[in-house]
C-alpha cells in the first residue's frame, strides 16, 4: 500500500479564482492519479500523471483547466483553475501500485 | 464502451444480517477487479484485487467473488462499523492503468 497526504483537506474559493491541491506520498511512484468525485456520486478520473512526461487527460478535462505538475516521484499538484459553483467537488490523488491503486483522503472544494 | 454496474444503490440491515453486494460489468477484456470501502469524508480505502472467474478472497467479514459478468461482496453477520459506501471498479487490458468505478452501494448497519 501507500500513505498519501494531501493539502488542503478542505477550501472555500471564490468563482473565478483557482486552488492547487497538493498530494504526497511516502515513498516513490512511477504513477499517480487524479480523479473528482461531485457530492453523491462516484470518481471520475481527470488524468494521469508521470513524472517525467507530460499528464494525459480524460474526455471532458482540460489541462488549462486542471494543469497537473510532477516534479519528482512521491510529489504532485492539481490545480482547479478560473473556478466555478460546478467546480464544487471533493478531489482525490491516487498512486499506482501494480495493479491496484491507492487513494489519498482528498480535498473538500466548495465554489461560491 | 467499458461500464461498471452497482446494485442495490443503497442497502439497509440488521447487525447480524447477511447479505451480497452485486457488482456488474462489461469490459473488453479483464486485468483486474477491485472492491473498495469509502467512509463520509475519505478517500476509498483499497479492500480487495480479483482477475479470474472462480477467484475467491475474504478479508474479515467479507468476501469478494467473480464470474465472467459480475462481483459480488458478501458481507456476514456484519456489525454497525460496517457501514459505508462500497465502491466496484474494473481495470481493462487495453486501459494500462485506468480504472473504472461504479456509484458505489451505501450499506447500512443497524445495531
Known amino acids: 500500500s501507500a500513505v498519501i497526504s494531501q493539502k488542503p483537506s478542505r477550501d472555500i474559493c471564490q468563482r473565478g479564482t483557482s486552488l492547487t491541491i497538493q498530494c504526497q506520498v511516502d515513498s516513490q511512484v512511477t504513477m499517480m492519479f487524479w480523479y473528482r468525485q461531485q457530492p453523491g456520486q462516484s470518481l471520475t478520473l481527470i488524468a494521469t500523471a508521470n513524472q517525467g512526461s507530460e499528464a494525459t487527460y480524460e474526455s471532458g478535462f482540460v489541462i488549462d483547466k486542471f494543469p497537473i505538475s510532477r516534479p519528482n516521484l512521491t510529489f504532485s499538484t492539481l490545480t482547479v483553475s478560473n473556478m466555478s459553483p460546478e467546480d464544487s467537488s471533493i478531489y482525490l490523488c491516487?498512486?499506482?501500485?501494480?495493479?491496484?491503486?491507492?487513494f489519498g483522503p482528498g480535498t473538500r472544494l466548495t465554489v461560491t | 464502451e467499458d461500464q461498471v454496474t452497482q446494485s442495490p444503490e443503497a442497502l439497509r440491515l440488521q447487525e447480524g444480517e447477511s447479505s451480497s453486494l452485486n457488482c456488474s460489468y462489461t469490459v473488453s477484456g479483464l486485468r483486474g477487479l477491485f472492491w473498495y470501502r469509502q467512509d463520509p469524508g475519505k478517500g476509498p480505502e483499497f479492500l480487495f484485487t480479483?482477475?479470474?472467474a472462480g477467484e475467491e478472497k475474504e478479508k474479515e467479514r467479507l468476501k469478494a467473488t467473480l464470474t465472467k459478468k459480475e462481483s459480488f461482496l458478501h458481507i456476514t453477520a456484519p456489525k454497525p462499523e460496517d457501514s459505508a459506501t462500497y465502491l466496484c471498479?474494473?481495470?481493462?487490458?487495453?486501459?494500462?492503468?485506468?480504472?473504472?468505478f461504479g456509484s458505489g452501494t451505501r450499506l447500512s448497519i443497524r445495531p
Open positions: 471498479a474494473v481495470q481493462a487490458n487495453s486501459s494500462a492503468s485506468k480504472i473504472i
Open positions: 491516487s498512486v499506482g501500485r501494480g495493479h491496484e491503486q491507492y
Open positions: 480479483l482477475y479470474s
